[in-house]
């Protein structure tokens, strides 16, 4: 199959093995345990359902994602999707792989190592953030079993993030936020998602619930809430929009507790 490549497997520090394993009495019983690593080969069947359908599907070899720095801890057992927006020094205007690459430096600085599992560019270009083995650091207090997609825009409107996250915090910590703030503010670059985002992220959702027993889809600021009550403005007022139309496409409920 041309769309299987080789060095899909053979990244960061995970390798694909298949061993097999010689069952009962070797003389007797002639039969052949084949042992496959599923957690691999679920990977590239997500990256290969999605290249069939015709998307362009980045992995991180592909775009010679940075090795973490910090080891993520392993996850798998994902019941929800979470959808973000990359934020306000974002746009579909710049160029796609530096829009991603922007966002892996902001991730270093904080987690040491990128935080969502997969990423969406406005040209429709589907990135393998975070290899799918591991936890991602998208929701505080709230990865375990969430599967973290990260919109490469700016899906917020002016003053959402003023609302969302600063308006009923006390002066004091209004004032640690000028920066951001002030971004928020000045906001011009917010968008609307462009046809090609939407149309790989409907893909990239329908394909993550074949593999996984998703049982809640939503976005940062909802998955926010149940982790630890904090509010956030991600992602967005056009992200949240998408939101509701996977939900209602596809029949999955909201973050619950
Ligand atoms: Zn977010």
């Known amino acids: 199959m041309n769309d299987i490549r080789i060095d899909d497997l053979k990244i960061s520090d995970f390798e694909t093995v298949a061993g097999m394993v010689v069952k009962g009495v070797a003389a ?34 592909d775009w010679k994602a940075k090795p973490g720095e910090v080891k993520a801890d392993l996850d798998w057992d994902y019941r929800g999707i979470a959808l973000h927006h990359a934020g306000n020094s974002f746009s579909c205007d710049a160029n796609e792989a530096d829009q991603l690459r922007q966002a892996e430096r902001i991730d270093f ?4 190592h990128i935080s969502y599992h997969y990423a969406i560019a406005c040209d429709g270009t589907i990135y393998e953030a975070l290899d799918i083995r591991e936890k991602g650091a998208h929701i505080e207090d709230g990865n375990t079993g969430v599967i973290g997609i990260v919109m ?10 003023y609302k969302e996250e600063y308006a009923n915090k006390p002066w004091l910590e209004k004032i640690k936020k000028i920066n951001e703030w002030a971004l928020d503010k000045i906001d011009l670059t917010n ?67």
């Open 28 to 61: 007797a019983v002639k039969t052949v345990q084949v042992e496959v690593n599923h957690r691999a080969a679920t990977r590239q069947a997500i990256i290969v359902a999605l290249r069939k359908k015709g998307f362009t599907f980045e992995t991180r070899s």
């Open 109 to 112: 600085k904080r987690f040491g």
């Open 152 to 161: 490469l825009a700016d899906l917020s409107v002016r003053g959402e993030a």
């Open 191 to 257: 968008q609307k998602p462009t046809d090609q985002m939407t149309k790989a992220l409907f893909a990239l959702v329908e394909v993550l619930l074949k593999f996984f027993p998703i049982t809640m889809l939503g976005g940062h600021r909802e998955f926010q809430k149940i982790a630890n009550g904090e509010g956030r403005a991600c992602p967005g007022y056009w992200g949240m929009m998408l939101v509701k139309r996977l939900r209602q496409n596809y029949k999955i409920e909201g973050p619950k507790k």
